[in-house]
């Protein structure tokens, strides 16, 4: 089983960026797509980015396209998410995921969840 911890969350000011990421641990983390989500308050859970076990291929949300982007290291099983140009609207909990059916913005296709690291952005 793979667990995931998600860091790197914070406040900063509109304009800024901030850094996630998400380490993987346990038996294997081989053969697992990896994507984050994030939560508002009051809010559905949303798709932000996801990426393909080989690192080749990555899928964004519209709302954050040019601005996040999403990165793996297999040899070190950690999946970061660079956020530029944040936006008051960027500020939820995020979330990693582990997916090894392949990399969806579907959240209920994800096996694995991390516990959320809190992103808030002032304006």
């Known amino acids: 089983q793979v667990q995931l911890v998600a860091t790197g969350g914070g406040l900063v000011q509109a304009g800024g960026s901030l850094r996630l990421s998400c380490a993987a641990s346990g038996r294997t983390f081989s053969g697992y797509a990896m994507g984050w989500f994030r939560q508002a308050p009051g809010k559905e859970r949303d798709f932000v980015a996801a990426?393909?076990?080989?690192?080749?291929?990555?899928y964004y949300a519209d709302s954050v396209k040019g601005r996040f982007t999403i990165s793996r290291d297999k040899a070190k099983s950690t999946v970061t998410l660079q956020m530029n140009s944040l936006k008051p609207e960027d500020t939820a909990v995020y979330y990693c995921?582990?997916?090894?059916?392949?990399?969806?913005?579907?959240?209920?296709?994800?096996?694995?969840w991390g516990q959320g690291t809190q992103v808030t952005v002032s304006s």
């Open positions: 995921a582990a997916n090894v059916k392949g990399y969806t913005g579907d959240a209920r296709t994800y096996d694995i």
């Open positions: 990426i393909s076990w080989g690192g080749g291929s990555t």
